[in-house]
């Protein structure tokens, strides 16, 4: 959510999550969003996405990517770490109903995956540099 600061999760939210689902939610931003004065960004995100993050806080986390430096079509990446997927259904119904879903940012395409499913699968630890 480009140049809005966010709190910085704990180091302890994401390492204890122990994630059966990572989406991958690229979202561009409207002119909407980039006209609001700052003040009013950092408002909406407190009134509208911190209670959904706090709500399902230890069933899922988000972290944010800004990209609109290296791309044309997705301005920022936000990655969700879910423990289930009826949790980050939850947490996508409840953004859906805030101003953040497709009228303050177009989301543009969800990517779910598994992380090391192959690898789990033939029961092999994950590559690692």
Partial sequence: MTDTPI???????SAA???ALTV???????PEWLELPEAKRSRLLREHVEPILRKYRGQVSLRLYDTEFYSSVVTDVWMWDATSHQAYEQVVE????????D????????LPGV????GKRE???PLAA
């Fill in 7 to 13: 709190k910085p999760k704990d180091a302890s939210d």
């Fill in 17 to 19: 999550l122990s994630a």
């Fill in 24 to 30: 991958f939610m690229l979202v561009k931003t409207r």
């Fill in 94 to 101: 409840a953004l859906r109903e805030t101003p953040f879903w």
């Fill in 103 to 110: 009228r303050l940012f177009d989301i543009v395409e969800i």
């Fill in 115 to 118: 992380e090391n499913a192959y």
């Fill in 123 to 125: 029961q092999r630890a």
